[in-house]
Nanobody
Framework: QLEQSGGGSVQPGGSLRLSCVAP????????MGWFRQAPGKEREGLAC?????????HVRDSVKGRFTISKDNAKNTLYLQMNSLKPEDTAVYFC?????????????????????WGQGSQVTVSS
């Protein structure tokens, strides 16, 4: 349902942009989120953007100022721009659609509020 690209390895301080394409449905109809999961840790919500054009988005405080969520409706693609990356950002990153449709879930960073998931993209930050 969701196809991700853009992961890889980068040095601390570097940048990466993750992409998430929805080949079979209109991504803008749904709120979309980004999550990550590091080895031995629970899946952590990072950001969510509402469907439609209200411009509402949420970014977790721990990555605010470094990570930006956005979408390009013409390309039916969701993005996560990650700057000033740190070794602790190393994880598998996932995009997901919100269960409730166009609005980010009340518990925005709880993975139980999301149903369809991308395959995951490995991001490794290391010198």
């Amino acid at each position: 349902q969701l196809e991700q690209s853009g992961g890889g390895s980068v040095q601390p301080g570097g940048s990466l942009r993750l992409s998430c394409v929805a080949p079979r449905f209109t991504l803008d109809y749904y709120a979309m989120g980004w999550f990550r999961q590091a080895p031995g840790k629970e899946r952590e919500g990072l950001a969510c953007i509402n469907g439609g054009d209200d411009g509402i988005m949420h970014v977790r405080d721990s990555v605010k100022g470094r990570f930006t969520i956005s979408k390009d409706n013409a390309k039916n693609t969701l993005y996560l721009q990650m700057n000033s990356l740190k070794p602790e950002d190393t994880a598998v990153y996932f995009c997901a659609t919100a269960e409730e449709g166009g609005a980010c879930p009340l518990n925005t960073y709880d993975s139980r509020g999301y149903d369809y998931w991308g395959q995951g993209s490995q991001v490794t930050v290391s010198s």
